[in-house]
């Protein structure tokens, strides 16, 4: 048998008894006869009290300092996972990103993987050790510590999986696998047992929590058999495979939410042409990205041009548009942050036609107005009223038929 | 103008507040023109909660694991040290066992330092900055964390002074230096200006927490100019130094004390050459070694052997002496945990007489019964009542005249 590497967030290893536990599920990895790389993130809330301490010191601690007290929040927690199998009777042997040699480009905060020594972990799974390494952190080529954002033990582990050719790559979390919706919004929703990468990633950028981009991106591209699953159920999970490799015909997957949007709507815009690019420059160059814009010429013969972006962007975006009020001379520039985008995701989209003509639909009977409306090879996005959310998400996926038992 | 090695023990970075302080006063040390390498422990209680963690996942962890574990609490108060510093407007860099070399013979939890690479450091001052390391912890070669023993930030800090040929090494304290007894216990005992590296280590050896004899030791071996100085208080500390460096001519340097003692009584032992190199080699095969020994001939022809142990190790050392007991043969082995050692250091007792006397008069007038008695060259010790201690240790504090004003 293979390598199987398993990966547990920080809710799985919270505390002396969810570590303990989470040893039991490597251990019966172990006992099937496959060799175990385990992958951690730090225990709980470890690496909030840590950024709360750094800022009782300094307002912006120094990034290569942070990445130094951050990391230390996995090196906690595969310490004591490695107590914990250890104590099972098994041998196991915990590795520091430096120890791995994980070498990233040495961005702090925010590095990228660029390669990674595999001849350790190799050499301690031959001598029959489980060997559970330090998710989020890494080494520059200079030595220096680095972490690689938050959320990026999954990261960790799929860039481990692709570089030891793993059968498969776990991603141990608090839910059971990836759902057509969020089943605390729609109680029916159906959990996939396959999906494909570029659903995944889709989900993932349209509002899904359950895995990041940047490791289902390093699925895709190296074919990482990804499985998402519960570390506190024997349920089967959902696995992310590559598209020749789906057994189910799916036109749609899932019906994804996103609160986290906000609309900058200019009035009176010039309809001179180079101005809307004049506009989206500026934006670009502060590192805020755009995602859905709307143009449209008012009976004045000026423009009216609204575009999202994130929240947390908002005010910025604001600012630098108000700083360009004499230059391109519109009418007034406006905050709203009370949208969302409900979007619907699914490779059959491709080869299929009239989706979007079905969600508009199903959002029109439902009184729902949209606002705003973009679309992919395998996605439809809508903006509509915040408080709308839900009811959106539940309208189309009954629309849809999603619900039902899990297929 | 040189280097200055600075510690800082746990209690002095204990919080953000102490943190800050400590910052300041490192920034004023480079102020006034000087190289500073600062070593830190953990802070506050981070070791001894690290070490609960660990227990409550497994009785006996495995030492590798523990050392990755306990690690981690000298990174975060590395971090956030450098973080302070920087927020004071200096540059500081933050360095790990492993990025500094603190290269260690791989013994985990007890390892020795077999070298130190001074590059990075010395490219790091080079560069003006304030370098500040991770006290405690080592790397082997083979790229396995390491912990020096508790307490061993100390000789982390002296084994950097001594590699970078330091102008001198601070080790700030919880107190204002060396003293001829403990403050708490002898109201009107007298800081030392000046102690020699043996009195220091006799000290350590014989009560004094102040610092540990592995620190003294390497101090002494690299003649490494310590200081002894309170993270709190402005107070000028106590320098340890070579014999040949003492301005003062001593005679007596202080009164000790030492609770964590008990005795081990054997009664009716036989007479016959080789039982006590038996007994004593018996116990010296658990690694428990023995301090002080005293042999009578009872009437009966028989003898009475009594030796010293540490509290900790009683248990264990009764029990080997049970176990001899039939091929020995003696009538009875009974501990005491209930006594204390009494000692006084002082360099100049080598060239004095009577000193001996004149303590064990002391002790006589004071009612106070001797019930072993060991010396060195510059030492003299006698076990008591435990009970006795604190009045014993005043009593010679007042015969030798040792109380007064600040040398």
């Known amino acids: 048998m293979g390598i199987i ?7 799985s290893v919270a505390d002396a008894t969810k570590i303990k536990n989470v040893a039991k599920r ?26 709360r301490l750094a800022h009782e010191i300094s307002i912006d601690p120094p990034e290569r300092e942070l990445d130094m007290l951050l990391s230390t929040g996995e090196q906690v927690s595969i310490a004591l996972l490695a107590m914990a199998v250890s104590e099972l009777g098994y041998q196991a ?51 220096e510590i680095t972490t690689l954002g938050r959320g990026a033990s999954d990261t960790t582990a799929v860039a481990i999986a692709a570089t030891l050719e793993a059968n498969r790559c776990d991603i141990y979390t608090d839910v059971e696998g990836v759902y057509t919706a969020d089943p605390r919004v729609v109680p029916n929703a159906r959990k ?35 499985c998402v699953r519960s570390s506190f159920s024997e349920a089967e999970g959902t696995m992310v ?17 996103d609160k986290d949007q906000a609309k900058v709507s200019l009035l009176g815009v010039p309809d001179i042409p180079g101005i809307a690019a004049r506009i989206f420059q500026a934006v670009a160059d502060e590192h805020i990205s755009i995602d859905m814009v709307i143009q449209t010429t008012n009976p004045k013969g000026t423009a009216d041009l609204s575009f999202t972006v994130t929240e947390k962007d908002l005010q910025a975006a604001i600012k630098i ?35 979007a003509a079905r969600m508009f639909q199903a959002l029109a009977d439902a009184n729902i107005n949209i606002q705003m409306i973009s679309s992919s090879e395998i996605t439809i996005s809508c903006v509509i ?10 309208t189309i996926h009954d629309r849809f038929e999603l619900g039902g038992a899990s297929s």
């Not at 490597?26 to 950024?51: K, P």
């Not at 009223?385 to 539940?394: G, K, P, S, W």
Request: proline share 1%; glycine share 10%; charged share 25%.
């Open 93 to 143: 042997i915990s590795l520091t990103g430096t120890q791995v040699g994980i070498i990233t480009n040495g961005f702090y905060s925010d590095a990228r993987i660029q390669s990674i020594n595999k001849a350790r972990i190799l050499s301690e799974l031959e001598r029959g050790r489980i060997v559970i390494l330090a998710g989020f952190q890494g080494v520059s080529i200079d030595n």
């Open 241 to 257: 495979v590559r598209e020749d490799e789906m057994i189910e015909e799916v036109v749609v997957s899932a019906v994804t939410s």
């Open 192 to 226: 996939h047992n396959q999906v494909t990468h570029d659903e995944m990633l889709e989900m993932a950028r349209l509002g899904a929590k359950v895995l990041h981009s940047r490791c289902v991106e390093l699925a895709k591209k190296f074919s990482v058999h990804l």
């Open 5 to 11: 590497v398993q990966k547990f967030g920080g809710s």
């Open 26 to 51: 490597i251990a019966r990895t172990h006992e099937e006869g496959h060799s175990v790389v385990v992958a951690v993130s730090a225990m709980g809330d470890t690496t909030d009290n840590l950024i």
């Open 385 to 394: 009223d915040e408080t709308e959310t839900e009811r959106a998400v539940r």
């Open 321 to 355: 548009i108000e700083g360009l009020k004499g230059e391109i001379g519109f009418d007034s520039v406006s905050p709203d942050k009370n949208i969302a985008q409900v979007s619907l995701v699914g490779i059959g989209m491709k080869s299929h036609v009239g989706i």
